[in-house]
């Protein structure tokens, strides 16, 4: 511990375990993710972080601890981010939870400190696709970001 990290690069991050935010129905026959519902035995969420359990009020609240859902987390004096997604991820609406909490908590910090990139059309890491001109932009501008840390 006291190590302090000089920047996050995070591309489409899963930020929260614990809701089902609209962007999953709604960008559901876009992304290549699937999310049953946290009561399915079969979530992500739950098979991920808690396999076999049963859904409860004990385990949702261990879910939303920000050490397993950073959505949650208090953000205060956060270093450099970069966040990306994609505008057809299941999961875009949690990201940009995400990004809204860290400026919330830094209201004071200079402009480009937290940066939100959301590709239009664009699925869960997309940064895959190397062949795409936006995942070859995303990707040159994380190497900016990094560059520039």
């Known amino acids: 511990l006291g190590h302090r990290l000089g920047g996050l690069l995070l591309l489409s991050p899963w930020s929260d375990l614990t809701t089902e935010r609209p962007s999953l129905k709604r960008n559901a026959k876009y992304d290549f993710l699937c999310a049953p519902p ?3 035995p079969l979530s992500p969420a739950r098979t ?6 049963r859904l409860s009020q004990e385990l949702l609240d261990e879910m939303a601890h920000p050490l397993v ?10 270093p450099p981010t970069l966040i990306q997604a994609g505008e057809k991820e299941i999961i ?5 939870q995400l990004y809204e909490n860290i400026l919330a908590h830094n209201p004071g910090a200079r402009r480009g400190r937290y940066v939100y990139e959301c590709y239009a059309d664009m699925i869960h890491v997309f940064h895959q696709f190397l062949g795409l001109p936006d995942a ?13 840390l």
Do not use: C, H, W
């Open 38 to 40: 946290l009561a399915s």
């Open 48 to 53: 991920f972080y808690a396999p076999g359990r």
């Open 69 to 78: 859902s950073p959505v949650y987390a208090d953000f205060t004096d956060f």
């Open 92 to 96: 875009v609406d949690e990201i940009s």
């Open 136 to 148: 070859q932009y995303a990707i040159a501008r994380a190497g900016e970001f990094v560059r520039n």
